[in-house]
């Protein structure tokens, strides 16, 4: 099987072919391996449970953000691949990004329960329940791994690299909709803003992609109505101006993201 790799040394970037035995059973992971073992020990990609479950292996294959250990050759249905570091990320090496920002927005989000007395965390007078109906409306936005798929496959974060994204905004909303958390306050500042909740513009491709099935565009739909919520409850005014939701050019010292890449299979 022909395999080829975008390749990056910190310096130039360039595409590389290598032909791979492959069994219809291999992942992808399985043939970075074999090519790391057999071929090229200076590839570079991340790898650690090989169960879908760590989220390490994020990478772009054949155009979609995909998790390398999930995807077997047999699904691909393809006499080659193309594999690319995550879109919309600064690459280090290869097939490895820099996840810095993308946990750095996640954390910003305060994705922790909060409550008004903090000894209640450690000292709690009682049990705070939670119903399994309550529980419903929270769970799935839980499943998230961190993987960063969803980041690489969003329109907004490709233009607008101050945007939070999907997964910090999914994660805010986990937590908002827990009734234990008393947080919302905390958070409204980050969320209700031009780069914040209101940017979503709901192209659905986060959820696309996403390895858990944790639908990210359907917890910012939600995070939206909660914010609107909070103003009508609050008489507050909208501390975004329409005009604001209009793309502007990004603040000279943001974070530049990576080109777009559209090439189609077999492009150079």
Known sequence: MKVRIRRFDGQKAWWQDYEVDAKPSDTVLDILNRIREKHDH???????????????????INGLPALACQTRISELKTESIRLEPLYNYKVIKDLVV????????????????????PQELEEAPMEFK??????????????????????????????????????????AYRYIADPRDEGFEERIEILDDSHGVWRCHFAGACSYVCPKGVDP??????????????RLLHKKKASVKPAELIQKPPPANAPK????????????
């Open 130 to 171: 939670v119903t399994p109906d309550q529980n419903l409306t929270f769970v799935q936005f839980d499943y998230c791994i961190m993987c960063g798929l969803c980041l690489a496959a969003c329109p907004t974060v490709a233009i607008d690299p101050l945007f939070l994204g999907p997964q910090a905004l999914a994660q």
């Open 42 to 60: 200076t590839l570079a990609f991340r790898q650690s449970c090989q169960m879908g479950s760590c989220g390490s292996c994020g990478m772009v």
């Open 98 to 117: 820099d996840l810095t920002d993308f946990v750095n927005k996640h954390r910003s989000v305060k994705p922790w329960m909060i409550r008004k007395n």
């Open 217 to 230: 565009a359907k917890a910012i739909q939600y995070l939206k109505k909660e914010v609107l919520k909070y």
């Open 257 to 268: 993201p990576p080109p777009f890449d559209f090439k189609i299979e077999g492009g150079e």
